[in-house]
Nanobody, 122 residues
Framework: QVQLVESGGGLVQAGGSLRLSCAASGRAFSSYFMGWFRQAPGKERDFVALISRFGATTDYQDSVKGRFTISRDNAKNTVYLQLNTLKPEDTAIYYC???????????????WGQGTQVTVSS
């Protein structure tokens, strides 16, 4: 079992930055691949970024490449998502999730946090 708690969301102007954190409790954090997803009102939950167990592999949705950076600190049981050059279309609830394999599919993730709201004003 893994419990995930996101933090760091907020209201920011377009062009600004935020850093999201996802703290995991439970055992063997480093055995999990970690992903970030987002869901805007009335839309499906979409893949944003993922990172492999020790950070060697990362993957991003095309619309965030070059603006967002995923990282993890296994000693702190935490995964991060740095959001730069934010756009109004990045507004959504951001969720972190844990999985035993590398996947962009939200239905393949076993554990989810409660989400943190990111709102980007124009």
């Amino acid at each position: 079992q893994v419990q995930l708690v996101e933090s760091g969301g907020g209201l920011v102007q377009a062009g600004g930055s935020l850093r999201l954190s996802c703290a995991a409790s439970g055992r063997a954090f480093s055995s999990y691949f970690m992903g970030w997803f987002r869901q805007a009102p009335g839309k499906e939950r979409d893949f944003v970024a993922l990172i492999s167990r020790f950070g060697a592999t990362t993957d991003y949705q095309d619309s965030v490449k070059g603006r967002f950076t995923i990282s993890r600190d296994n000693a702190k049981n935490t995964v991060y998502l740095q959001l730069n050059t934010l756009k109004p279309e990045d507004t959504a609830i951001y969720y972190c999730a844990a999985n035993r394999k590398l996947s962009r599919r939200p239905d393949e993730y076993d554990y989810w946090g409660q989400g943190t709201q990111v709102t980007v004003s124009s």
